[in-house]
């Protein structure tokens, strides 16, 4: 069953997978066809109030809405970037908070979801790596903040044409791989055909490398895999990105290598950030080249995006461009990410919350609601 807030001791039902609200729905001593209904209501139309539940008696809807809820997080802010980004700053049940965003473009809608309230990685470019691991989030917050974003997109009933959100991206705040078991059911949840069916070939999971957890990745979700890749020598790497001390760049390069259903259809997406005199060199280029030798690729590169205090600058342009154009020579697609919501900090490495590590014994501080 999944966390509920002291207040509300209702089973939220996005933490539900169809298996389990059957299950649900029967101990409860209804017949096992409401669980559908419900499912239908909850995930293709969005609904959060039983009573909207058309084809349901009333008494029916009473005793559900005195046992279940389908909320999404509370909006702590919402701030809107001039080239249409949208950032939400989202407040859960215990007072901790996440952010997440929308990123339009002229084919698709992507958003950008977060697994865990801070980060444990310290990933010395990234300004979500300042903020230390609160805890992972569980399945009902994940797929709450796919729901929130349907909600304010005006995005139902799902899998209509027109859509404006297609693509979901698992780059937010944390480690996805860390929370591997929530993530991996809130995905199942989000790709139902029944529901939001989101096709796996639109999901993108992105690690910083925790090679344990690749490979199941690719077996179970079957969902295209980014790796933060970022660097190609062990010693930079560790600098860079600290879980490369942990798992070296030979043993993540093999278990890309052989994730599982790999092939030019579905290439492993490398993110690198550029980053001015540290991993920008033609010799930087050639041993990446070097390094993903083989492995269907295509290669994601982010200009640096500066967050207050960082140590690091990024590229200039025509360091980007020739990187770019080496790599393009080499048969790889390279493009080069036009960095998104920097206004806003809503760019790649930039997203960071305000919660802090909350002492259980101490009531969870919210914050007033804004919008920008």
């Not at 230390?132 to 799902?158: S, Y």
């Not at 139902?192 to 069916?197: C, P, Q, R």
Request: charged content about 25%; aromatic content about 6%.
């Amino acid at each position: 069953m999944p966390p509920v807030s002291d207040a509300d001791q209702r089973i939220n039902l996005l933490g539900l997978s169809q298996t389990a609200l059957e299950e649900q729905i029967i101990a409860a001593g209804l017949p096992k066809f409401r669980a559908k209904q419900i499912w239908r209501w909850v995930w293709r139309h969005g609904l959060t109030n039983f009573d909207e539940m058309s084809d349901l008696g009333k008494p029916v809807r009473e005793q559900l809405a005195t046992m279940y809820k389908a909320d999404r997080p509370a909006v702590s802010q919402r701030l809107n970037s001039k080239d249409g980004t949208i950032k939400w700053l989202l407040r859960f049940p215990d007072g901790n908070e996440a952010e997440a965003v929308y990123i339009p473009d002229k084919t698709r809608g992507t958003l950008c979801i977060s697994s865990q309230v801070g980060c444990t990685l310290t990933c010395s470019f990234c300004h979500t790596g300042t903020q230390k691991l609160v805890r992972n989030l569980t399945v009902d917050e994940i797929c709450g903040q796919v729901m929130l974003a349907m909600d304010e997109l005006a995005d139902w009933p799902a899998g209509r044409n027109g859509r404006r959100l297609t693509n979901i991206v698992l780059m937010g705040m944390g480690e996805p791989l860390f929370n591997y078991e929530n993530v991996a059911e809130a995905m199942r949840i989000i790709m139902s055909g029944e529901g939001v069916a989101v096709s796996k070939r639109r999901i993108t999971l992105s690690t910083s490398g925790v090679v344990p957890e690749i490979k199941r990745a690719g077996e179970e979700l079957g969902v295209n895999l980014a790796i933060s890749l970022h660097a190609t020598r062990d010693e930079l790497r560790d600098e860079l990105v600290p879980i490369n001390r942990k798992y070296k760049l030979a043993a993540l390069i093999e278990a890309c290598r052989n994730y599982p259903g790999l092939s030019n259809a579905r290439r492993i997406t490398w993110e690198y950030v550029m980053l001015d005199g540290i991993n920008d060199s033609d010799e930087d280029c050639r041993q990446l080249l070097a390094l993903i030798k083989g492995i269907p690729s295509k290669l994601n590169l982010i200009p640096f995006n500066p967050w207050p205090g960082s140590p690091y600058v990024c590229s200039k342009g025509d360091r980007i461009d020739a990187f770019a154009k080496r790599v393009l020579k080499a048969g790889y697609a390279s493009p080069v990410r036009t960095p998104r919501g920097r206004d806003i900090l809503a760019a790649c490495g930039q997203l960071k919350s305000a919660s802090q590590r909350i002492p259980r014994h101490k009531k969870a501080k919210t914050t007033e609601t804004a919008s920008a």
